[in-house]
Nanobody
């Protein structure tokens, strides 16, 4: 049974940093593309970042709203996905979700989340002004 579990959320002041982690079990991690998504109250879910992996290396993609501030990475030996979030803004406040997609690439449509079959329960990130 596939399980995806996020951790690392919390309350931080604007300009601060947080690192989210996501551990996946029950799947062959290096055969899955992984993504981070977020949803704020009253707003639609937003694709934050996606990372694929193949033998030569990883490929990463970001929403324009987080480029230059967030960094996605993965440790295939630990079945763990990370999201380093720097220079946080109040508008980054949301529930953050980790998701796994069978197939080690991020499709063009990755931001809508529909290509991802496994989702975690989410971890709350709150950025105070």
């Amino acid at each position: 049974q596939v399980q995806v579990v996020e951790s690392g959320g919390g309350l931080v002041q604007a300009g601060g940093s947080l690192r989210l982690s996501c551990t996946a079990s029950g799947l062959t991690f290096d055969r899955y593309a992984m993504g981070w998504f977020r949803q704020a109250p009253g707003k639609e879910r937003e694709g934050v970042s996606c990372i694929s992996w193949s033998g030569p290396g990883t490929y990463t993609y970001y929403a324009d709203s987080v480029k230059g501030r967030f960094t996605i990475s993965r440790d295939n030996d630990k079945n763990t996905l990370y999201l380093q979030m720097n220079s946080l803004k109040p508008e980054d406040t949301a529930m953050y979700y980790c998701a796994a997609r069978r197939g080690n690439y991020c499709p063009v449509s990755w931001p809508d989340g529909r290509a991802f079959g496994y989702w975690g329960q989410g971890t709350q990130v709150t950025v105070s002004s």
